[in-house]
C-alpha cells in the first residue's frame, strides 16, 4: 500500500496558515495592513492577554460588500492583484493569504459597512468553517475580532514568548506601521490600557510621538531623488546616537521593511562620524517604481528585493552625508542636555529639588539650539577671510594647525554670535576645555576632540577630493623600526596611500622601515609612534590587504597622534584660532568616535540653573 496520500484541505491550510501568521503580531500586521489599504483615516487595536486570546482591529475605511465579505476569507482571495500582473503592487496586502489563515487558526468574526449600505453585515469563521453574512449594527468601515488564536494548532503557543514579549512585538509593530503613515490615527489598547494614541500629524511631530521628542530634535531632514527613486525622511545628527539598530526603520514604498542590505548603507554613512558599537537613529523613506522593487520573496513580506542594488545604495549614500554636510557644524543638544542634568543633579543637593528637574524645565533646549544653528551654515555669513598667522602666536610654532585661512579675530575679544557661531574665547579650564562665550551662549570645547577632527577632515579631504599629496614635513632625522618582512612588504604597496596622507615611508631592509617625512598638520607628533602605528596596523590582522579599508583607521591614528593633547595650556588667540576652524571644518561637531567636540549653554539655562528664570 502506498504510504504517500494527499493532505486533507484543512491541514494543507493550517500549515500554509503557519508562514503567514508566526505570532500574535502577525495578525496584527496583516489586519492593520488591510485597513490602511481599504483607505482608513484612523485605526483601532485592542489587544488582551498579547493577542492570544483577543485582537480587535477596527477601522474607517471603504468596508465590503456582501460578495466581498463571503470571499475575503477564502484562500487566495484578494482584491488588490490581478493575476496577469505581479510587478505593480501599489498596495500592502497582495497574497490574499491572511485573513484565510488567521480564519483556519482562530475564531474570526467580521463585521463591516461601506457607505452606501444601511445596515453593516457580518461573517464568522470558527477555524476555516465559514458561517453565513448576516446583517448587523455596524459603523462605515470594518471590525475584525480574532479570538483565540492558535487554538486549531496549539504546537504553536508553545512557541511564543511571554505576554509580555508578544505584546511588546505588537507595540513595536503599530509603532513602526505608525510611523510610516503619519497621516493615519492609531490607537492602542492593550487590556484595557492605552499603550499608544497618535493622531494623524505631520511626519516630524509622528517621530517625536514615537521616538520622542528629545530625539526628534536632533533629527535633520533628508530629501533626494534620482531616476525616478525617492529619498526622504529624518536622520540623526552624528552627535546623537545609541547602542541598537532598533530605532532605524526603513520603509519602502510605504511598507516597513527590515532589509540586511540597508545596515550597511546606513553605516557607510555614519562611518567616519561614529564609533562601531553606538548606531543612528532613522525613519526613511524611499519610494521608487513598483516594478524596481520585488516584495514577493518574504511570506511576511519583510524583506525585499532592488533591481539595481548598487545605484540605491549610491544615491543613498550621497544622500544622507550631504544632509550630515549640511548640518556639520551643528551638534546635537542631546548630549548637552545630559550634561545639563549632571550638573543640576550635582547641584540639587545644595539647591532643591527645583534644580533636579531641570531638564525637565527646558524642553526646548535642543530645539532653541537647532533653530539658532539651523540659521548658518558654515560659511556664507562669514566676512572675508585673511591670513591669521600674526595671531597665533606660540601655536603657530607648535602645532601648524593653522594653515587655512581663517577669519580675524576682532581684536576686543568680545562675544561676536552672529559673525562666529562658537564665540569667542573666554578661558581655559583643567587646561582642557575652552570656555567661549557668544552673544547669548556659553560654548565649552573639549580642545583634543575639536582638535582631532580638525585634522581628520583635513587629511580626509586631501585623500579623497584632491589630486595632490598631503604637505608634508620631512624629518630632520628621519627615525626606523624593524617589522616582520611581510608587514614591510604590505607597508611599501601602501606607500602612495599614505603619501597622500603626507607620510612617506621608505623601506631600509627587509625587514626595517624608515619614515622620512610626516604630515605637515601633525607636524609635531612622535615620528617612531606614527611609524609604530602604522606596522601595528598592518600586523593586526592580515587578512585585509586593501588599503582603503584601512584609509579611516589612519586617518584616525594621524588625528589623534597630532591633535593638542588634553592638558597642554593655550592662549586666547589660540584658542579663537582653533574655533575659526571648527567653524569651517564638515562635521566638526563631534570627533570621529562621535563624542560633540562642544557643548553649550543659553543664557535662559544658565539663569534656571541659578533659579532665576
Ligand atoms: P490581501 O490583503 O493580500 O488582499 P487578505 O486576506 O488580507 O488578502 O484580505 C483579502 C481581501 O479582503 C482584501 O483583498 C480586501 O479586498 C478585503 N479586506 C480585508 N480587510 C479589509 C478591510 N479592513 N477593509 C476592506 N476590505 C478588506
Ligand atoms: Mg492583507
Request: hydrophobic content about 35%.
Given at each position: 500500500?502506498?504510504?504517500?496520500?494527499?493532505?486533507?484541505?484543512?491541514?494543507?491550510?493550517?500549515?500554509?496558515?503557519?508562514?503567514?501568521?508566526?505570532?500574535?503580531?502577525?495578525?496584527?500586521?496583516e489586519l492593520v495592513e488591510n485597513a490602511i489599504d481599504a483607505g482608513a483615516t484612523h485605526i483601532n487595536i485592542t489587544i488582551e492577554r498579547a493577542g492570544k486570546s483577543l485582537i480587535i482591529v477596527e477601522d474607517n475605511g471603504s468596508g465590503m460588500d456582501k460578495e466581498d465579505l463571503q470571499l475575503a476569507m477564502e484562500r487566495h482571495a484578494t482584491s488588490k492583484l490581478n493575476d496577469d500582473y505581479l510587478v505593480n503592487i501599489p498596495h500592502l496586502g497582495f497574497r490574499g493569504e491572511a485573513l484565510a489563515a488567521i480564519g483556519v487558526i482562530s475564531n474570526v468574526e467580521i463585521i463591516t459597512r461601506q457607505?452606501?449600505?444601511?445596515?453593516?453585515?457580518?461573517?464568522?469563521?470558527?477555524?476555516?468553517?465559514?458561517?453565513?453574512?448576516?446583517?448587523?449594527?455596524?459603523?462605515?468601515?470594518?471590525?475584525?475580532?480574532?479570538r483565540n488564536l492558535f487554538y486549531a494548532t496549539p504546537a504553536r503557543l508553545n512557541f511564543l514568548q511571554t505576554d509580555r514579549g508578544e505584546g511588546a512585538k505588537i507595540k513595536e509593530l503599530v509603532?513602526?506601521?505608525?510611523?510610516?503613515?503619519?497621516?493615519?490615527?492609531?490607537?492602542?489598547?492593550?487590556?484595557?490600557?492605552?499603550?499608544c494614541n497618535h493622531p494623524a500629524q505631520p511626519l516630524p511631530e509622528r517621530i517625536a510621538g514615537i521616538m520622542g521628542r528629545e530625539c526628534a530634535d536632533n533629527m535633520i531632514e533628508v530629501k533626494g531623488e534620482e531616476d525616478e527613486v525617492k529619498i526622504t525622511g529624518f536622520i540623526s545628527l552624528p552627535t546623537y546616537h545609541i547602542g541598537t539598530r532598533l530605532m532605524q526603520y526603513f520603509f519602502i514604498n510605504g511598507r516597513s521593511v527590515m532589509d540586511k542590505q540597508l545596515y550597511p548603507t546606513l553605516r557607510a554613512v555614519y562611518q567616519d562620524v561614529l564609533a562601531h558599537d553606538r548606531h543612528p537613529v532613522v525613519a526613511l523613506f524611499l519610494d521608487m517604481p513598483y516594478h524596481l522593487v520585488d516584495v514577493n520573496v518574504h511570506p511576511t513580506k519583510a524583506e525585499v528585493r532592488f533591481k539595481f542594488a548598487n545605484a540605491l545604495k549610491s544615491l543613498i549614500i550621497r544622500t544622507l552625508r550631504q544632509a550630515l554636510a549640511d548640518h556639520s557644524t551643528r551638534a546635537s543638544g542631546h548630549n548637552t542636555r545630559r550634561s545639563l542634568d549632571i550638573l543640576s543633579r550635582n547641584n540639587a543637593v545644595n539647591l532643591g529639588n527645583n534644580q533636579r528637574n531641570f531638564a525637565f524645565q527646558s524642553p526646548n533646549n535642543?530645539?532653541?539650539?537647532?533653530?539658532?544653528?539651523?540659521?548658518?551654515?558654515?560659511?556664507?555669513?562669514?566676512?572675508?577671510?585673511?591670513?591669521?598667522?600674526?595671531?597665533?602666536?606660540?601655536?603657530?610654532?607648535?602645532?601648524?594647525?593653522?594653515?587655512?585661512?581663517?577669519?580675524?579675530?576682532?581684536?576686543?575679544?568680545?562675544?561676536?554670535?552672529?559673525l562666529y557661531p562658537l564665540g569667542m574665547a573666554r578661558a581655559q579650564i583643567f587646561d582642557t576645555y575652552i570656555i567661549a562665550q557668544n552673544n547669548d551662549q556659553l560654548i565649552m570645547v573639549d580642545q583634543h576632540a575639536a582638535h582631532e577632527r580638525i585634522i581628520y577632515e583635513k587629511l580626509k579631504s586631501y585623500y579623497y577630493n584632491s589630486d595632490k599629496n598631503a604637505p608634508s614635513q620631512d624629518l630632520l632625522f628621519p627615525e626606523s623600526l624593524h617589522a616582520p618582512e611581510d608587514v614591510v612588504e604590505r607597508v611599501i604597496q601602501a606607500r602612495p596611500a599614505l603619501l597622500k596622507l603626507g607620510a612617506n615611508i621608505t623601506k631600509l631592509g627587509d625587514d626595517e622601515l624608515l619614515i622620512n617625512a610626516v604630515p605637515f598638520v601633525i607636524a609635531q607628533c612622535n615620528p617612531l609612534k606614527l611609524l609604530q602605528d602604522i606596522i601595528d596596523n598592518f600586523a593586526n590582522d592580515a587578512l585585509d590587504n586593501a588599503v582603503e579599508g584601512r584609509i579611516n583607521k589612519f586617518l584616525s591614528s594621524f588625528a589623534c597622534h597630532g591633535s593638542i593633547r588634553a592638558g597642554r595650556k593655550l592662549t586666547l588667540p589660540e584658542m579663537d584660532a582653533l574655533l575659526r576652524e571648527m567653524e569651517i571644518t564638515p562635521n566638526s561637531a563631534q570627533c570621529n568616535h562621535g563624542r560633540p567636540t562642544y557643548i553649550h549653554l543659553n543664557m535662559a539655562q544658565i539663569e534656571s540653573l541659578f533659579g532665576r528664570a
Open positions: 500500500m502506498s504510504k504517500i496520500h494527499k493532505l486533507q484541505l484543512s491541514t494543507i491550510n493550517r500549515i500554509a496558515a503557519g508562514e503567514v501568521i508566526e505570532r500574535p503580531a502577525s495578525v496584527v500586521k457607505q452606501n449600505m444601511s445596515n453593516a453585515l457580518k461573517i464568522t469563521n470558527n477555524a476555516g468553517v465559514l458561517g453565513a453574512v448576516e446583517p448587523c449594527a455596524g459603523r462605515v468601515g470594518t471590525r475584525i475580532i480574532v509603532e513602526r506601521i505608525a510611523l510610516s503613515h503619519p497621516q493615519i490615527g492609531f490607537t492602542l489598547f492593550v487590556d484595557g490600557k492605552e499603550k535642543a530645539a532653541n539650539f537647532n533653530r539658532i544653528h539651523n540659521n548658518h551654515n558654515s560659511t556664507p555669513n562669514y566676512p572675508p577671510r585673511r591670513g591669521l598667522s600674526d595671531n597665533l602666536g606660540a601655536y603657530k610654532n607648535e602645532t601648524p594647525i593653522n594653515n587655512a585661512e581663517i577669519p580675524p579675530p576682532t581684536g576686543q575679544n568680545t562675544p561676536t554670535g552672529d
